[in-house]
């Protein structure tokens, strides 16, 4: 049984949402590109605590409670894993600490932001959204007691899936996701249980917790901004709708560097993690999947030394094979 903002639902009855059930109400095609910034905003200009719940057609679930708020240009936000290992991460802007009760320590790095609930769209640069998936508003809906408005975003190839948005009508923020195979089933969804928006939030404490907690250790996760050129690597085609967005090298303990290279076609992210093959370490090539994210290991030949590569990224199979298959060493 799933647990989602509207009560327990069983996951085969939400597969009953297929592609054919979304019926159109309103304009045919809303202007994707508009109504992506009006919620991309929403969580620029509102603060709101609430409870969500992440769950997966695998049957994986997990809870978090959130704290967001927006002081300026200033978005500082707590997260509490309600289920699972216990971690709070606490976020002021591009500063991100982990705090790990367990371990009693906190790690602290500089992250670019990323596209993680209820924020949809990866920040950065302009995409083409509209040349790869069409909007449909097919109806209303209530999320944790708030009305909203129901849109379904369709990939027009097979290279991404599509989602299905509930957004709050007053404020635009996002208070539920699906995200929807080909055929429409939902392998994904994330949902607000409970919401509370404008409510205080003390900043000051927020701040004086990124700065340390006493008795805990303090870590720095530490990579480097790098390019793919500077590190050798190159695809030999693009894959279409996805723009290189970040390339990252980050020390391993007791190993060679790893290079996190990200793609983004604004809404689904990718990422290759690239190191030296080592027959020790690494496995056989392999596949794997739980919910909508996919992952696909491979041996990359090369001379001197062949390479280990793993793609990462909330897309159908087929988009992570050819990102693998265009990827190569630059001579």
């Not at 009560?7 to 109504?35: K, S, T, Y």
């Not at 057609?57 to 967001?68: D, F, K, L, P, V």
């Not at 990102?323 to 060493?329: A, E, G, H, M, N």
Request: aromatic content about 8%; overall charge neutral; glycine content about 8%.
């Amino acid at each position: 049984m799933l647990w989602c903002a509207s009560g327990v639902v069983g996951f085969a009855g939400m597969q009953a949402g297929a592609w054919a059930g979304d019926r159109p109400v309103g304009p045919p095609e809303r202007n994707i590109a508009e109504w992506l910034v009006r919620l991309q905003q929403a969580t620029r200009i509102h603060s709101y605590v609430g409870t969500f719940v992440v769950s997966s057609a695998s049957g994986a679930m997990s809870s978090s409670r959130i704290w967001h708020a927006c002081e300026g240009d200033v978005q500082m936000e707590r997260v509490d894993a309600l289920s699972g290992t216990p971690r709070t991460t606490l976020r002021r802007n591009e500063l991100v600490v982990t705090v790990l009760p367990e371990l009693r320590t906190m790690r602290t790095e500089q992250r670019e932001p990323v596209a993680v609930f209820p924020n949809l769209l990866t920040p950065g640069q302009d995409f083409s959204t509209t040349d790869f998936y069409g909007a449909r508003q097919v109806g209303q809906g209530r999320v944790a007691g708030f009305d909203a408005d129901i849109v379904v975003l369709r990939p027009r190839d097979d290279r991404r899936f599509g989602y299905r948005i509930w957004s709050e009508k007053r404020t635009g923020l996002v208070v539920k996701t699906q995200t929807l195979d080909v055929a429409g089933r939902v392998l994904e969804q994330a949902a607000f249980s409970e919401l509370q928006f404008d409510v205080p939030i003390d900043t000051d404490k927020l701040r004086r917790m990124m700065t340390g907690v006493d008795g805990y250790r303090k870590e720095r996760s530490e990579h480097v901004s790098s390019t793919a050129q500077a590190e050798g690597w190159q695809l030999r085609e693009t894959v279409p709708g996805f723009k290189s967005q970040h390339v990252y090298r980050r020390p391993a303990p007791g190993a060679a560097s790893m290079v996190q290279w990200i793609f983004s076609d604004g809404l689904a992210t990718v990422s290759l993690f690239l190191e030296p093959y080592d027959a020790q370490r690494h496995a056989q090539p392999g596949a794997a999947a739980l919910g909508a994210t996919h992952t696909l290991s491979r041996r990359v030949p090369d001379t001197p030394r062949d390479w280990w590569v793993t793609a990462v990224g909330e897309v159908p199979p087929q988009t992570l094979q050819a990102f693998v298959d265009q990827l190569q060493r630059r001579n």
